[in-house]
């Protein structure tokens, strides 16, 4: 079955930078629509940021534009995100997703129920 694998999660200060990856597996991520989200306990999962594959559509939530970028390596078959200036409330178990359905049908790219796979999430944590 599809498989998505995060890594890169880790324990950084204010300011700093990390970049997450994820591999995915039985999963063709060229012409898809992939995208990372994060979740605290308690709060409802929130799309960060969300890519057409070769579609070079880029999304991103409001409180991560201009310090993330996702993108992507289709030879490889992976996602990354890279996150700088990083804040305490970035902090959060960061998932990445993947969609079976036709690109061109998504209308909510950070929406989670526009995705049917999911990783199984790396954290990351913010000291101030």
């Known amino acids: 079955q599809v498989q998505l694998v995060e890594s890169g999660g880790d324990s950084v200060q204010t300011g700093g930078s990390l970049t997450l990856s994820c591999e995915a597996s039985?999963?063709?991520?060229?012409?898809?629509?992939m995208a990372w989200f994060r979740q605290v306990p308690g709060k409802k999962r929130e799309g960060v940021a969300a890519?057409?594959?070769?579609?070079?559509?880029?999304h991103y939530g409001d409180s991560v534009k201009g310090r993330f970028t996702i993108s992507q390596d289709s030879a490889k078959n992976m996602l990354y995100l890279q996150m700088n200036d990083l804040n305490p409330g970035d902090a959060a178990t960061y998932y990445c997703?993947?969609?079976?359905?036709?690109?061109?049908?998504?209308?909510?790219?950070?929406?989670?129920?526009?995705?049917?796979?999911w990783g199984q999430g790396t954290q990351v944590t913010v000291s101030s």
């Open positions: 039985k999963y063709t991520i060229s012409g898809n629509y």
């Open positions: 997703a993947a969609r079976k359905g036709a690109a061109w049908a998504v209308r909510l790219p950070l929406d989670e129920r526009t995705y049917n796979y």
């Open positions: 890519i057409h594959i070769g579609g070079d559509r880029f």
